[in-house]
């Protein structure tokens, strides 16, 4: 992939462009999450912070890490999945049965897309440090989002979090230990794995999906995910052992 541009090289064309997206996407979020819930604001409101916080991590890190004067197809598909990530975590906080069914093709879309963005990147000839990281934290919220319902939907116990919750403990470790903040190769393990997960807890987002089926699903991606992460680990350390 791609560097970083050099400190001389700046694409404001690429930032406006970035912040015109941003804003339309979170301005369709909310007429969306503002339409689901009727008056309720608080789904809404969680709605919209969350992807004004993307929205800005976004504008600090593209011109940076994306040496393209365009957005891209790719970090656009990746964007709507943020959206889609959004609303999730807006129906998570509603007790509304009509919502929760339609969050089921929500995350089924998300996952589809998944699929889409790195093609795009690829077709296009667009892919990027920004674009590969951007589609990375996206899947990591997602699954965060899908893991939240899935403890509130009674699907599984609190322990359910800890697979959205390993990402950012993985990210949090590599302060304490700079080894683990070195960059890891492509790993098609790696993102089989991220798919697992999403479809497992979107599975589970299905009224038939109960326990004790929902908990052995559970309990197999996280047992699945544990292990992505320790192989990663121990590379990590390995590593930085021999150098």
């Not at 403990?169 to 890891?184: I, N, R």
């Not at 987002?205 to 929902?214: G, V």
Request: proline share 6%; with cysteine.
């Amino acid at each position: 992939m791609p560097g970083p541009p050099s400190a001389d090289i700046r694409l404001p064309g690429c930032i406006h462009r970035t912040a015109r997206i941003a804003v339309c996407v979170a301005a369709a979020a909310l007429a969306s999450v503002l339409t689901l819930a009727g008056s309720d604001i608080a789904p809404a409101t969680i709605a919209i912070l969350l992807f004004g916080g993307i929205a800005s991590v976004i504008l600090r890190r593209v011109e940076a890490y994306h040496p393209f004067p365009e957005f891209g197809p790719a970090n656009l598909i990746t964007l709507a999945r943020a959206a889609l990530a959004c609303l999730l975590a807006a129906i998570v906080t509603t007790g509304s049965l009509a919502l929760w069914l339609i969050a089921f093709p929500l995350a089924l879309a998300a996952l589809a897309l998944d699929g889409v963005d790195g093609w795009a990147a690829r077709r296009t000839a667009m892919a990027s440090r920004f674009g590969a990281r951007f589609d990375m934290e996206i899947d990591a919220l997602l699954i965060l989002v899908l893991s939240a319902a899935a403890w509130v939907g009674g699907k599984a116990g609190a322990w359910v979090l800890l697979l959205g919750l390993m990402r950012y403990a993985f990210l949090a470790a590599s302060l304490a230990w700079p080894a683990l903040g070195a960059d890891l190769p492509a790993s098609t393990r790696r993102k089989a794995i991220c798919v697992v997960q999403v479809a497992v807890l979107a599975l589970l987002l299905l009224p038939a999906i109960a326990p004790p089926l929902s908990t052995g699903l559970a309990l197999g991606a996280l047992g699945a995910l544990s292990w992505s992460f320790a192989v990663d680990v121990i590379a990590l350390l390995r590593r930085a052992k021999a150098a």
